[in-house]
C-alpha cells in the first residue's frame, strides 16, 4: 500500500496546530508540547521558517507509522518512524523505531535503528545501550566489544558499578561462551587494576569463564579477586560455585575470607557444599558459626540439628529442633514455615525412634499437616511398623497413597523397597528395585541402587555387572567405581584392581570420606596395616560413622592395640548401634565392647 499517495495532500491542508492536536492525543505527547524537547540534541537545528511545515509532515508520518504498526504491519510502520527519526535527529523517534522493530521480532531492522540512532548522534549512551544488547542477542558477541568499552567508559562511578554486575546475565545467551568471555575480559582492562572495582570485576570475568567452562581461568579470576580484597562476597561465591563444578583447588581460596566477616549466606552456602561431600565435620563448623553470627537464622538450626542427627549427638539435635521451632513460631505462615516444621517434626520424629520409644515417634509424625510430603511421611510411618515386625503392613501402607503425578509410582515402589531393606528382605528388595530401574533403565542411580541390593542378596557378580555397566556409561561415577572396587577389596579378589578402582574414585571425589575408607580398606587387604590406619582415621575425622569406625577397630585389633580398638568401637556403637558392618564386625572377631 502507498503510503505516500494522493492521502498526503489533504493533510497538508490541515492547519499544523490541528495536525499538533491529532498527534499529542495519539502518538508522542511530549513532541507536540511548545517548548519541550528531548533530552538529548538533535543532530540538527531546524530553520524556524521552516518549523511548521517540517513538524506538519512529521506529525503526520508519526500518526501513520502508529497506526500502520497497530493495524499489523510493524514493518512500514517502523521504516515511517526511522525516516522521521533520520529526518527530525530526535532521539526519542530513533528509540521508537528500534522498539518496533523488536516488538516485531526483527532484530536486523533493530540493529539497523540503533546503528542509525548511533551515528546519528553518537554521544547517546541510550543509543549505545540498545546497539550493545541487540548485538549481544543477535549473537554478535566480537560486534559488540566497541559498544561494551563506550558504556563503560561513560559510566558514572555508581553505574558502572550495576552495569559490571550485569554483565554475566547479559551475556548468558551468547552461543560462543569462551567469545563472551574474551570480550568482557578485555573491555574490563582498567578495571581489573582498580582497588575500588578490582574484585567485582574479576569476578564477573571468573562467571564469563565459568559459564564458558574455562574453569583454569575462573580459577585464577576469582583468586584475582580475592586476592585484592580477601572479603569480597561476591568473589567467595564464585569460589564456591566452582567448588560445586569439581574444581577442590577453589576451597584453598575460602580461608582468609572465612577468617574475616564473612556473610552468613555464603557461610551455609559453603556448609552445603561440604554436605554434599560428606564432609559432615567441617559443613557442623560452619553452621556453628552462622548460629554464634546469627542466632536467629531458623534454617541453619535446622541444619545444625540434622547434622547432629546424623552424628548420633541426639540430645544436641533435639535442643537445635527446639530453637528453631521457637523462632519459626515468630515468623508468618508461609509455605517455607510449613516445610520447616515438616523437617523438623520428621527428625524429631527419628530422635524418637532412636531412642527407642515408637509411639513418640509416631506422635510427632501425626502432627505432620503438609499433603506435599505424604509420601514421606507415610514412609516414615511405615518404616516404625516395620521395626515392630509389621512388614505387611507397612508396604500396604505404602502402596495406598494415591497419585497425584507420573513419578508417584517410581517413587512408592522405591518407597517399598526401604522398607524391604530394612527388615531385612534383600532379595525381595532387589527384585522390586529391577521393576524401579524397568521404568527408567537408563536412570543410573537407579540402577546403582540395584547393585547394592545385588551385593546385599548375596548375588556379587550381578553387582559387579551392574556396577560394569553404570561405569561405561559415565565414567566419572564414583560412586559406582568405588562400590566395585571396595566390594572386590571386601571379599579379598583382585586387589590391585580394586585400589585401581578406588583411586580413580578419588580422582573425582577426592574428599569423599566413604571413598578414602576404601581407600584404607583395601590397603589393609594388600597388609599396608599402618598405612591403612592413617587412611581410616583421616577418614573418621571427616566424617565420623559407624562403618569406618569398624574398619579402623578391625585394624587396631589385627595391630594389637586392643584398647584402643574397643574405644573405637563403642565410639560407632553410640553413632548407631544398628550399623550391620560394626555388629558383624564385633561378631566375627568375637569381641563384646
Known amino acids: 500500500m ?43 537545528p531546524v530553520q524556524e521558517e521552516e518549523t511548521a511545515a517540517l513538524n506538519a509532515e512529521l506529525f503526520y508520518e508519526l500518526l501513520l507509522s502508529e497506526i500502520t504498526t497497530s493495524e499489523g504491519d510493524p514493518a512500514t510502520g517502523y521504516n515511517l518512524m526511522l525516516d522521521a527519526a533520520r529526518r527530525s535527529g530526535d532521539p526519542q523517534l530513533y528509540r521508537r523505531a528500534t522498539e518496533i522493530a523488536l516488538q516485531s521480532r526483527s532484530g536486523e531492522s533493530a540493529l539497523a535503528a540503533a546503528r542509525a540512532w548511533k551515528e546519528a548522534l553518537p554521544q547517546s549512551r541510550d543509543a549505545n545501550r540498545y546497539l550493545l544488547r541487540i548485538l549481544v542477542a543477535l549473537n554478535r558477541v566480537d560486534d559488540s ?24 546475565l547479559l551475556y548468558a545467551r551468547a552461543s560462543d561462551k569462551a567469545l563472551a568471555a574474551r570480550v568482557v575480559r578485555l573491555a574490563l582492562e582498567k578495571e581489573l587494576n ?10 564477573t570475568v571468573g562467571r564469563m569463564y565459568l559459564a564458558a567452562d574455562d574453569k583454569a581461568r575462573a580459577l585464577e579470576a576469582a583468586g584475582n579477586a580475592l586476592g585484592q580484597n580477601p572479603g569480597d562476597d561476591g568473589a567467595a561465591m564464585l569460589a564456591l560455585q566452582l567448588l560445586e563444578n569439581a574444581v577442590p583447588e577453589a576451597e584453598a581460596l575460602l580461608p582468609r575470607y572465612l577468617a574475616g566477616k564473612p556473610l552468613p549466606e555464603v557461610r551455609m552456602a559453603y556448609a552445603r557444599v561440604l554436605l554434599e561431600s560428606q564432609r559432615l565435620a567441617d559443613a557442623q563448623a560452619q553452621v556453628d558459626a552462622v548460629t554464634r553470627e546469627q542466632p536467629d537464622n531458623a534454617q541453619a538450626w535446622l ?13 544436641q539435635a533435639e535442643a ?32 524418637a525412634e532412636k531412642r527407642g520409644d515408637l ?10 499437616d503438609d499433603a506435599e510430603q505424604l509420601l514421606a511421611v507415610q514412609s516414615r510411618h511405615a518404616s516404625l511398623l516395620v521395626r515392630q515386625g509389621r512388614l505387611d503392613e507397612a508396604r500396604a501402607l505404602i502402596r495406598a497413597i494415591p497419585e497425584k503425578g507420573p513419578d508417584d509410582a517410581r517413587l512408592k515402589l522405591q518407597a517399598e523397597v526401604q522398607l524391604l531393606r530394612e527388615a531385612g528382605r534383600y532379595q525381595q528388595a532387589y527384585e522390586l528395585q529391577g521393576k524401579v530401574v524397568a521404568l527408567a533403565p537408563q536412570d543410573n542411580e537407579l540402577v546403582y541402587d540395584q547393585a547394592m541390593l545385588a551385593d546385599k542378596a548375596g548375588r556379587p557378580a550381578e553387582m559387579e555387572r551392574l556396577l560394569r555397566a553404570i561405569i561405561a556409561r559415565q565414567p566419572d561415577h564414583h560412586h559406582a567405581l568405588n562400590a566395585l ?41 594388600l597388609g599396608n596395616r599402618k598405612e ?7 577418614a573418621f575425622r571427616t566424617r565420623p560413622d559407624a562403618e569406618i569406625a569398624a574398619h579402623i577397630g578391625e585394624v587396631l585389633w589385627s595391630l594389637g592395640q586392643r584398647d584402643r580398638a574397643l574405644a573405637v568401637w563403642r565410639e560407632g556403637l553410640r553413632i548407631n548401634k544398628d550399623n550391620d558392618v560394626l555388629k558383624g564386625t564385633l561378631k566375627r572377631l568375637r569381641v563384646r565392647p
Open 2 to 44: 502507498d503510503y505516500y499517495g494522493p492521502m498526503v495532500h489533504p493533510f497538508r491542508r490541515i492547519r499544523p496546530a490541528a495536525l499538533a492536536c491529532v498527534a499529542a492525543t495519539c502518538v508522542f505527547p511530549a513532541l507536540a508540547q511548545t517548548g519541550e524537547r528531548a533530552s538529548e540534541p538533535a543532530s540538527a
Open 320 to 351: 537445635a529442633l527446639q530453637r528453631c521451632t521457637q523462632l519459626l513460631e515468630q515468623d508468618p505462615a508461609t509455605e517455607q514455615r510449613q516445610r520447616a516444621l515438616t523437617q523438623i517434626y520428621l527428625m524429631q520424629s527419628q530422635i
Open 194 to 203: 582498580d582497588p575500588a572495582l578490582g574484585p567485582m570485576a574479576w569476578t
Open 485 to 525: 572396587g571396595f566390594s572386590l577389596a571386601d571379599r579379598g579378589v583382585r586387589l590391585q584392581e580394586a585400589k585401581a578402582l578406588i583411586v580413580k574414585a578419588l580422582e573425582y571425589a577426592p574428599d569423599d570420606p566413604f571413598i578414602t575408607d576404601s581407600l584404607g580398606w583395601v590397603e589393609f587387604r
Open 303 to 315: 541444619i545444625r540439628a540434622s547434622l547432629q542427627l546424623q552424628a548420633g549427638e541426639l540430645d
Open 532 to 538: 591403612a590406619l592413617d587412611i581410616l582415621e583421616r
Open 145 to 168: 566489544a566497541g559498544p561494551l568499552r563506550q558504556e563503560l567508559a561513560r559510566s558514572s562511578a555508581r553505574d558502572k558499578v550495576s552495569t559490571i554486575r550485569a554483565l554475566p
Open 359 to 368: 509411639a513418640q515417634a509416631q506422635a510427632w509424625l501425626a502432627r505432620i
